[in-house]
């Protein structure tokens, strides 16, 4: 029998409630095979905000695990081997913070720093473009960036510093060539602030691109997948010769992790989804020459809510099927030679460098935020109209809707998805107020100080990540650390995207468009509608399309962006005298935020009407309708004209 390849890593992305509960969850997973460790961070960690932040009221441990100080990373890692694990990290805007912690406990563990193998995400452009979790502009964060490879380079030299992330990007809607090119975009931005922070030596460049590594998806058309991750593979080779001089092909190899696409599963029968998961992933596993290094992927319930233990571990027992039952590994590469793929490979290849081009042209990825923002708000509204008018097929949706009960769901005494205890926020700020009051506040004092200094400093000699580390040593915290370098570098907003797309509408639209007018007949205004997104969710994709289908629909909209507290939504529903309020929320934080914000507008005087999307179960929806919200949406209802008629319907009952 032919000796197969070796298999990639094997991950989970995971994290939630607390430290100690996410330890137990890892080992869990390791016990059962998983060989990679990925670890999924809470909104206030990811934000730079400690658990009794008010900015985190329902937001902690709900999309991830909370990492407030050292301490918390003792327990999170407890009894896994730092020097034996590869651990990915997705953390950005505070990359720098959770790296230090990290680097700290293995030095506090007597773990050479040179042993240690693993990945931070820190790719801020796509959180301009779709993810959110961003904290300072771009110039700043970039610098933050920097400073983390050069120490990488020189200090932990088997870690990727920075993992390039085109995931997002095709969560936001982007085309394979879009994929492509604001990825590589992206990359060389960072390495040309490399080459010119003077903090790393011209000879050192092939090493630092060598430890460039990114994080792609792949959605379940897994032929035109292929083709793009072998056009990836090809441009990035490309682009390390002949831009950066790299002659070593070892260190030019696109290595790349891959979760695959969230976007695409459903809430409709649910179970469709585990077939769309084993097929997506064929798409960065069939060619050898193009395959993933390390491979995570999404439960099968996500679009219904948090995934339990056992639906992580069927999704990772899809990964050994594949890797340790099937031939996969036995082949070299199955698609060299074939003319079809060629052809395919090419077709992207030279309409990825027209976009790249174009991308550069604008003066790089960091410098064109606003446009790329709008291209992919542009393209995801596209999408969103296909599966809308048919064209776009998605069984169990569009198509194919007759189902009978599904025993995964169906059973009212199984929990479907797991829920966090709301106590766990309560004892968290207990605890993290206790760790500030059993620490030397002078050294934290002096830790925090010296980090104003060098961030603050342009001296090439001045590097983030020695005042960051000796600070986490010293028992400070997220919040901290983020509170600091706020007041060095400010904080920023991104733009929304939405103001410049133009949708291609159907004759639904027409009609939505006539009521609209109707309306404005009638009172001498056009109905309004606030598109608010509270709390520290930075997932707009949604409030987007929403945003772009209500104007398209007549409406006036208000669109604030991301991250807004109950409070500013209650002034800017005040001040902008809107109709309606319509609240996005996908954190899983909705019954803490909702509510405020309803309260607040009711002792505001403002009579708006309120309606709630995001991924609500049907027991939460119960309970917000109580409250006073009018109706609540979930990912089954992905007819945008349906949706507008709706909210027309409840101006309408106001004349």
């Known amino acids: 029998m032919t000796t197969p390849s070796k298999p990639w890593v094997m991950r989970t992305y995971s994290g939630h409630s607390t430290a100690v509960t996410s330890n137990a969850l890892y080992r869990s997973n390791l016990a059962k095979g998983q060989t990679g460790l990925s670890i999924a961070f809470d909104l206030p960690t990811q934000t730079g905000y400690d658990p009794d932040d ?26 896994i081997p ?29 773990v050479a720093l040179t ?66 090119a604001y990825a590589l975009a992206t990359a060389i931005d960072i390495l040309d602030a490399v080459v010119d922070s003077g903090k790393v030596m011209p000879e050192q460049m092939s090493e630092v691109v060598g430890r460039i590594s990114f994080f792609v998806n792949s959605g379940v058309r897994f032929i035109e997948e292929t083709a793009k991750m072998r056009t990836f593979t090809a441009l990035w080779d490309e682009i390390c010769l002949n831009r950066y001089g790299v002659t070593d092909p070892a260190k030019r ?21 585990v077939q769309r998961i084993v097929l997506e992933m064929l798409g960065v596993t069939l060619s050898a020459n193009a395959r993933a290094r390390a491979i995570q992927l999404p439960a099968w319930n996500e679009a219904l ?44 290849t030279s309409q990825a460098r027209a976009e790249l081009q174009e991308v550069l042209e604008l003066g790089g990825a960091f410098n064109a935020i606003e446009e ?18 048919g064209e776009q097929v998605v069984v169990g949706v569009n198509s194919f809707t007759e189902t009978a009960p599904s025993p995964l769901t169906s059973d009212s005494t199984v929990e479907s998805v797991l829920t966090v205890d709301p106590l766990v926020e309560k004892e968290l700020v207990a605890e993290v107020t206790a760790w500030r009051s059993a620490r030397d506040q002078e050294k934290v004092d002096a830790c925090v100080a010296e980090l104003i200094r060098v961030a603050s400093s342009s001296d090439p000699s001045d590097n983030i990540m020695p005042a960051t580390i000796a600070l986490a040593v010293a028992g400070g915290t997220t919040g901290e650390w983020a509170q600091a370098l706020r007041g060095v570098f400010g904080v920023y907003r991104a733009p929304t995207g939405v103001g410049s797309v133009l949708a291609s509408r159907g004759e639904r639209f027409n009609e939505l468009q006539n009521r609209s007018r109707h309306i404005f007949e009638k009172r001498g205004a056009r109905p309004k509608l606030l598109v608010a997104k509270p709390g520290l969710d930075g997932h707009s994709n949604g409030a987007e399309q929403i945003a772009v289908a209500a104007r398209d629909g007549g409406f006036e909209v208000v669109y604030q962006g991301i991250r807004l507290s109950p409070e500013e939504i209650v002034a800017a529903a005040r001040d902008e005298d809107v109709d309606l309020v319509g609240i996005s929320i996908l954190s899983g934080s909705h019954l803490a935020l909702v509510p405020r914000i309803v309260e607040g507008l009711r002792s505001a005087g403002v009579d ?15 309970l917000l309708r109580e409250q006073g919200v009018r109706s609540v949406y979930t990912p089954k209802d992905y007819a945008l004209g349906d949706i507008i008629s709706d909210l027309l319907t409840i101006v309408e009952e106001r004349l």
Not at 55 to 78: F, I, N, S, T
Not at 85 to 94: L, P, Q, V, Y
Not at 135 to 154: C, E, H, Q, T
Not at 372 to 389: A, D, F, N, T
Request: charge should be negative; hydrophobic fraction near 40%.
């Open 608 to 622: 708006a009407e309120v309606v709630v999307g995001g991924i609500i179960p049907a027991s939460d929806a119960a």
């Open 54 to 79: 008010d900015a985190a009221k329902g937001e902690v441990g709900k999309v991830g695990v909370p990492v407030a100080h050292l301490g918390h990373m003792r327990q999170l890692l407890d009894q």
């Open 372 to 389: 790329l923002k709008s291209r992919l708000v542009k393209s995801q509204s596209e999408r969103v109209g296909r599966i809308e008018s």
């Open 253 to 273: 190899r696109f290595r790349y992790g891959v979760q695959v696409n969230s976007l695409g599963l459903t809430e409709q029968q649910p179970e469709n989804n």
């Open 305 to 348: 809510g948090l995934p339990r233990p056992w639906d992580q571990q069927w999704s990772l027992r899809m990964q050994q099927v594949l890797a340790f039952e099937s031939d996969l590994l036995e082949y070299p590469d199955i698609f060299d030679g074939s003319h079809v793929m060629e052809q395919k490979v090419s077709e992207l």
């Open 115 to 180: 042993s240690l193998q693993g990945t931070t995400q820190n790719d801020i452009v796509k959180e301009y473009l779709s993810r959110g979790t961003y904290i300072f502009a771009p110039g700043p964060s970039k610098r933050l960036i920097v400073d983390m490879i050069a120490y990488a380079i020189n200090h932990v030299p088997k870690w990727n510093p920075i993992n390039v992330c085109s995931y997002h990007l095709q969560e936001a809607g982007a085309t394979p060539v879009q994929e492509i």
């Open 82 to 110: 730092l020097d034996e694990m590869n651990t990915s990290m997705t953390i950005n805007a505070t990359a720098a913070w959770l790296w230090g912690l990290y680097l700290a406990l293995a030095n506090e563990q007597g």
